[in-house]
């Protein structure tokens, strides 16, 4: 055998070790995340993670942008930012997030499900088909709906208000009879502080062009992708107000009326 | 230039980038876990997760083998298995833990702390030392110690108790004027329920015969070293009882008397 060829051979099997070794997780299987949702809530609203860095982590996702300007919904490799007012552009790739998480979409399952009237009662419906709540999954779903509402926060000023008081801020647009894609995670309940237990929804059109942080909706007969995650990283701010701030106290009730958009 | 020449440059600049790319990060800078607290407490004595997965993402850390026998010491990439008793032996590649946390120490600094008569006015000088608490730290003390107090318990049979109802089957050992080494892990608050919040402390002999969770000590006048960890990666059981079990409770009085060794 000539040595070149012996290199080669080499050299492909270290890249599959590499790639495959008994070290590293398929990116698909692992939600990323950067900083915290409690901090978040807290108000630190800037953070150090570009564009390009997260969609390094996964291509689908959710989260927000500095001075919590509006929502992050991650599709297809494309971090959209959503302002005030609902209109979606692609974000560049040295705009930074406070808080996102993301994974490479690989659909595990199908779930096919019935019609619901509201967000809650799909959510109801759809945790029942997720094999254990003691996991993350990542939730795809591409059709038409007959009305989904969503919000946006506009970019705050220093200094920072924490997120609750800026819920009043919110400028909600509600789509009709519209063809787009929900963008869904699904955390535990022991990741309370850190992520937004159970599901959290994030919209974008067909067109890639309007959505937000989804208040509430209603859902045809759909096909929801679903991807379960065993993995979980987090990544620490290593500097600025997170390493300051004061994650001691339970945020739940702040989160619930962030989640739900109503003003405390 | 050769054929074989340029491919082992090639190969040389493929592993360079697979090790060093933008999507990576040491080991050394990521604290690793296997399944979560909350599920340990709950009585998850059995996990798939072995020595071997385990020293893949470190060398240095804290943990229990399956069934809940004893205490894990991880030492200079050594998964020591102290029993209850306190004697320790390096554990065999195949044993499993239910729940562990490790990561490649690499020290960032050293903190020279007075001589302090307990743990827990020793843990208030260290936290004092920290950068952040918003962060997670391996910290490496290795000296002669006025004493120690540590505990194992020994392992279960099933049908498995909670594990506040197993400290009064703990067998308690105390060092005196003995030389080794403290493991530590410093978790901030916001992982309640994933890991322990504040320090947790395991204790192995300099001749590595001994050790176990401590429980209390005195210390000297030592140095300790520090290792700040800005990632946090946890690895969920992907089946067994982790699954099914209620995850959703507050356990935190139940860590508390656990961690303590007193009996609920």
Same mark, same amino acid.
């Given at each position: 055998?000539?040595?070149?060829?012996?290199?080669?051979?080499?050299?492909?099997?270290?890249?599959?070790? /590499?790639?495959?070794?008994?070290?590293?997780?398929?990116?698909?299987?692992?939600?990323?995340?950067?900083?915290?949702?409690?901090?978040? /809530?807290?108000?630190?609203?800037?953070?150090?993670?570009?564009?390009?860095? /997260?969609?390094?982590?996964?291509?689908?996702?959710?989260?927000?942008?500095?001075? /919590?300007?509006?929502?992050?919904?991650?599709?297809?490799?494309?971090?959209?930012?959503?302002?005030?007012?609902?209109?979606?552009?692609?974000?560049?790739?040295?705009?930074?997030?406070?808080?996102?998480?993301?994974?490479?979409?690989?659909?595990?399952?199908?779930?096919?499900?019935?019609?619901?009237?509201?967000?809650?009662?799909?959510?109801?419906?759809?945790?029942?088909?997720?094999?254990?709540?003691?996991?993350?999954?990542?939730?795809?779903?591409?059709?038409?709906?007959?009305?989904?509402?969503?919000?946006?926060?506009?970019?705050?000023?220093?200094?920072?208000?924490?997120?609750?008081?800026?819920?009043?801020?919110?400028?909600?647009?509600?789509?009709?009879?519209?063809?787009?894609?929900?963008?869904?995670?699904?955390?535990?309940?022991?990741?309370?502080?850190?992520?937004?237990?159970?599901?959290?929804?994030?919209?974008?059109?067909?067109?890639?062009?309007?959505?937000?942080?989804?208040?509430?909706?209603?859902?045809?007969?759909?096909?929801?992708?679903?991807?379960?995650?065993?993995?979980?990283?987090?990544?620490?701010?290593?500097?600025?107000?997170?390493?300051?701030?004061?994650?001691?106290?339970?945020?739940?009730?702040?989160?619930?009326?962030?989640?739900?958009?109503?003003?405390?």
């Amino acid at each position: 055998m000539r040595q070149g060829t012996r290199s080669w051979i080499f050299l492909c099997a270290s890249l599959v070790f /590499l790639l495959l070794g008994p070290a590293s997780v398929q990116a698909g299987e692992r939600l990323f995340q950067y900083s915290t949702i409690d901090a978040l /809530l807290a108000g630190v609203y800037d953070g150090n993670l570009t564009m390009g860095e /997260l969609l390094n982590h996964g291509g689908f996702g959710l989260g927000t942008f500095n001075t /919590l300007d509006g929502e992050m919904v991650v599709v297809d490799g494309v971090a959209y930012h959503v302002t005030a007012g609902g209109k979606a552009v692609p974000a560049p790739n040295d705009a930074k997030t406070p808080f996102a998480a993301v994974t490479d979409f690989d659909e595990d399952t199908i779930l096919r499900l019935a019609p619901a009237e509201s967000m809650a009662a799909f959510n109801a419906e759809l945790v029942k088909g997720l094999p254990s709540p003691n996991a993350f999954y990542a939730i795809r779903i591409d059709g038409r709906f007959p009305w989904v509402r969503t919000r946006a926060i506009p970019g705050q000023s220093r200094p920072y208000r924490p997120l609750a008081e800026l819920v009043k801020e919110q400028v909600v647009v509600k789509y009709t009879n519209v063809q787009g894609t929900l963008v869904g995670l699904w955390s535990p309940a022991f990741v309370k502080g850190v992520n937004v237990p159970g599901f959290h929804w994030h919209f974008l059109t067909a067109d890639r062009t309007a959505g937000g942080h989804v208040l509430d909706c209603a859902v045809g007969a759909v096909v929801a992708k679903v991807d379960q995650l065993l993995e979980f990283t987090v990544k620490l701010p290593a500097e600025g107000a997170f390493t300051g701030t004061d994650l001691t106290p339970d945020r739940s009730s702040e989160l619930e009326s962030v989640e739900k958009g109503s003003a405390q």
